[in-house]
């Protein structure tokens, strides 16, 4: 039975290096050697497409190289449960998850790689004001800790004013990582909208293009988020945000915006056609053509030719099939020029979607906040909300509702992603999930000290006012509530002046005051199963045992396991194996420090093993 520790995969989140060498060696073998990298056998199997010329496009800042760094260094972090804290939680696919997004993203690579199917996002404006994102190379766990008050010492941190001299520096060095990593989470046809003003446009799209690849580059929108202008702005006042798309590869495909009831409105059927609703299409083109110039004859007699300088759109020998198909319109009397009839069921079935949003279709900043403030009913706890409208129309381009497709949304704000997402399943019956992550930022307001506490209760509220509305929806509007903490396992962290109690503390590597769900959801996480996988709960033995992802995953995390409940324990375990009947291999964990003595622990480990549970670690 191996014992897990801080070093070994299943205590720590992806390692991203490892990975990306692992997917070197499968494509260069060559370039290998002794386990390391030799660039220039590299170089030499790339041919031309190395660049290493010093003088090249790009964009360039302080701290670039860091950012790339602190991109792929492990988090050694966890998400603790919080189930009083969430709304349905035996049931939800939801995630809130409150912390530092940076370490948040790290810890759902192995769970969330290639899963999320949208990702939206409305990072801070670089206002050159408050900036609460100082990420810690060494410690960003305890940075965090720290920043939000959980740990002695705690403040709030403004590292990007603009007497710093690093007005863009900042701003760049917390955006890149986060990108980074994101991009992980997307599937392949997954897609990235980011909301973001003039001041930043051009970075963003910069980084974007180094980290998604300008290929994939789909589009830059303009949202109209103010409709009148400021009166009291000196200068130019802007009345539009930047909300920039990146797909994750060509799999991505864009949907049409639903027709609305004014377009299927021009739709009418006056001569009762079998075909349904049509409107009349002008049947000449604008420009003369001798062979698609000459007289129709009406129903009423009449010959009729194109206007000057123009010609029919379909040419003489067509005309008799036209005519016998029924789809020219002479007017109601017969005698005017032939209008082409265009059926309803001829047109796409939605709308092409353009670069300019505007407020009428996409809601505006003041409608946001009206939104908040109704939904709360106690004032306006956070100030730069989005419109769900505008969301709404992200979530329609880029997502289906019957595959259950996840919405990350990694600044989160007030949770306007999260309500939009339950509405548009309560309109639509789908199925969207979402996973929303929130830094815990001091806020001024008694009510909601954080903004992470807005997030959940606007949730909550949203939730409750769709199913009181709504009695017979049965969708998911609950959410399960985590929070980033440092590892439940200790690292080895000796004390230089009293060795022995630590030695003496290390008989114990996990951390006190952490319960079974702890170590059970931080499990699921190193291991890369879904935070809101299917967990049973058996009391065998007189132990809680769970079984998660249908028997993929067995845990009894309990603290006592004496040498009388080895056996009953073990087999419990075993018939619970066979009952499941998991189609690949089951690993079993338990808690090493339950074990009375090695004889107990190598007792449990052999039972299993005889049995076919031969994957059994300890915690």
């Known amino acids: 039975m191996k014992k897990i520790t801080v070093q070994d995969p299943e205590a720590s989140s992806a390692d991203m290096v490892a990975e990306n060498i692992e997917q070197l060696k499968v494509l260069f073998p060559e370039a290998m050697v002794e386990g390391k990298i030799d660039f220039e056998v590299l ?65 759902l ?39 939000t008050g959980q740990v002695a010492g705690g403040k709030k941190i403004s590292s990007n004013t603009e007497a710093s001299g690093r007005f863009h520096t900042d701003w760049l060095n917390m955006m890149y990582p986060r990108l980074k ?56 006042d802007a009345m539009h945000d930047f909300i920039l798309v990146f797909q994750k590869s060509e799999a991505f495909q864009v949907n049409l915006f639903p027709r609305t009831l004014k377009q299927d409105g021009a739709y009418s059927n006056p001569d009762n056609d079998p075909r349904g609703p049509w409107k009349a299409v002008d049947s000449t083109r604008a420009e003369h053509r001798d062979y698609a110039y000459y007289p129709i004859e009406t129903p009423s007699g009449k010959k009729v030719f194109p206007a000057a300088g123009r010609s029919w ?25 032939p209008s082409k009839k265009l059926f309803l069921t001829e047109v796409k079935q939605g709308i092409v979607p353009t670069t300019w949003w505007g407020h009428e279709d996409s809601g505006h900043n003041d409608e946001a906040k009206k939104e908040l403030k109704a939904l709360l009913n106690d004032g306006l706890p956070f100030q730069t909300p989005k419109p ?26 007030s949770g306007t992603t999260g309500q939009t997402i339950f509405d548009l399943n309560k309109q639509d019956g789908g199925n969207r999930k979402v996973v929303l992550v929130q830094l815990p930022e001091l806020t001024e307001d008694d009510s909601y000290p ?27 509007v609950g959410f399960r509530v985590f929070k980033l903490d440092s590892s439940n396992i200790r690292a080895w962290d000796p004390d230089r002046d009293n060795l022995a109690k630590t030695l003496f503390d290390s008989i114990e590597h996990i951390k006190p005051g952490r319960s079974e769900n702890d170590l059970l959801y931080e499990l699921l996480l190193k ?79 052999a039972i299993l093993h005889q049995h076919g549970l031969s994957n059994v670690r300890s915690l």
């Open 313 to 337: 759109i379909f040419t003489q020998e067509e005309l008799p099939k036209l005519l016998a198909e029924g789809r020219l319109w002479f007017g109601r009397r017969g005698s005017s020029k």
């Open 181 to 236: 990593l994101a991009r992980n989470l997307l599937r392949e046809d997954g897609v990235i909208f980011a909301t973001i003003d003039d001041t930043e446009a051009m970075n963003l799209k910069m980084i974007f293009n180094e980290v998604f690849g300008e290929e994939n580059f789909v589009a830059s929108i303009v949202w109209q988020k103010t409709y009148s202008p400021a009166n009291d702005k000196k200068g130019v």
């Open 388 to 413: 769900t409208r505008l969301i709404e129309r992200i979530a329609l381009l880029s997502t289906s509702k019957d595959s259950g497709e996840i919405v990350l949304d990694f600044f989160a704000g």
């Open 450 to 476: 954080t903004i992470s506490s807005i997030t959940r209760e606007r949730l909550r509220r949203a939730g409750k006012k769709i199913k009181s509305e709504n009695p017979l929806f049965h969708g998911d």
């Open 109 to 147: 690579q192995k769970s969330y790689a290639g899963k999320v199917k949208l990702i939206y996002i409305d990072p801070p404006y670089n206002t050159g004001k408050d900036f609460v994102y100082p990420d810690n190379f060494q410690d960003n766990i305890k940075n965090y800790l720290e920043l």
């Open 43 to 107: 170089k030499q199997l790339l041919g031309g497409v190395v660049e290493e010329r010093e003088e090249k496009y790009g964009l360039n800042w302080h701290g670039k190289r860091r950012a790339r760094q602190l991109a792929l260094t492990p988090s050694i972090g966890t998400l603790r449960p919080c189930p009083e804290e969430s709304v349905d939680w035996e049931t939800t696919n939801n995630l809130m998850i409150e912390g530092d997004n940076l370490e948040v993203l790290k810890l």
């Open 527 to 605: 291991l890369g199963l879904d935070l809101c996988v299917p967990i049973e709960q058996r009391n065998l033995a007189g132990k809680s045992v769970h079984a998660i992802g249908g028997g993929v995953l067995f845990a009894c995390l309990s603290e006592k396991i004496g040498r009388d409940e080895v056996e009953p324990l073990a087999m419990g375990i075993i018939n619970w194996h066979k009952e499941l009947a998991p189609a690949g291999d089951s690993t079993c964990v338990l808690r090493d420090s339950a074990f009375g003595d090695d004889v107990a622990k190598t007792n449990m480990d």
